[in-house]
């Protein structure tokens, strides 16, 4: 079975600074997808970036950027020029490719912003 | 831009009652998924429905649940005889296709306390 793991339940960073989030995923498979899920206070989860395993170039999504690591099974966000409207619940989560539609998340980091 | 709308947004009731969690996915999606989420813990699947059929779910979904698409717009959640610890906040997420790499889409979620 896949699992994710986020092992830092809280960060903070300065706004305007950047910060990175670590994600580590262990699994069997060789095609997947990988996401970055933001969880504001408002609750709603909204979709922050995806990555396709099969694809070395890591994804960008104007300030947030990833760095995968595929055979450390590794995969952190990276949120350049923090600004206030990023705090919020950060969710790591797995998808495989082999008709396997549920998502697996990790426990989350909750992320602040230190105006 | 289309959201995904949940109902209602905090839900208290009596163990073992029923309890009915409705969710609007979005329109032109086929793929609808329920979480759930105990306070503190990492979002976990429950199920995934398309075509007016179960497609997959997890060992947490059990005899006491079951998912309906009672029109063309509902999607809903009943837990038939509720628990303590079936508290916890339920989110339910569409795609428009179920292949891996179209994103599920989230609403706010339901908190659901069991007293």
């Known amino acids: 079975a896949q699992t994710v793991t986020q092992s830092q339940p809280e960060m903070s960073v300065q706004e305007a600074e950047t910060v990175t989030l670590s994600c580590t995923y262990d699994t069997s498979e060789s095609d997947y997808y990988l996401f970055w899920y933001k969880q504001p206070p408002s609750r709603q989860m909204i979709l922050v970036i995806r990555q396709e395993a099969y694809k070395q170039q890591n994804a960008t999504e104007n300030r947030f950027s990833v760095n995968f690591q595929k055979a450390a099974k590794s995969f952190s966000l990276k949120i350049s020029d923090s600004q206030l409207g990023d705090a919020a619940m950060y969710f790591c989560a797995y998808i495989s490719n082999f008709g396997n539609e549920k998502l697996t998340f990790g426990t989350g980091t909750r992320l602040t912003i230190i105006p | 831009e289309p959201e995904v709308t949940q109902t209602p947004s905090h839900q208290v009731t009596q163990m073992g009652q029923e309890v009915i969690l409705r969710c609007v996915p979005i329109s032109n999606h086929l793929y609808f998924y329920w979480y759930r989420q105990i306070l503190g813990q990492k979002v976990e699947f429950l199920v995934s429905?398309?075509?007016?059929?179960?497609?997959?779910k997890s060992e947490i979904f059990d005899d006491q649940f079951s998912v309906e698409r009672p029109d063309g717009s509902n999607f809903t959640l009943k837990i038939r005889s509720t628990k303590l610890e079936d508290s916890a906040m339920y989110f339910c997420?569409?795609?428009?296709?179920?292949?891996?790499?179209?994103?599920?889409?989230f609403g706010d979620g339901t908190r659901l306390s069991i007293l």
């Open positions: 997420a569409s795609s428009e296709e179920g292949i891996s790499n179209q994103p599920q889409h």
């Open positions: 429905f398309y075509n007016n059929e179960i497609s997959e």
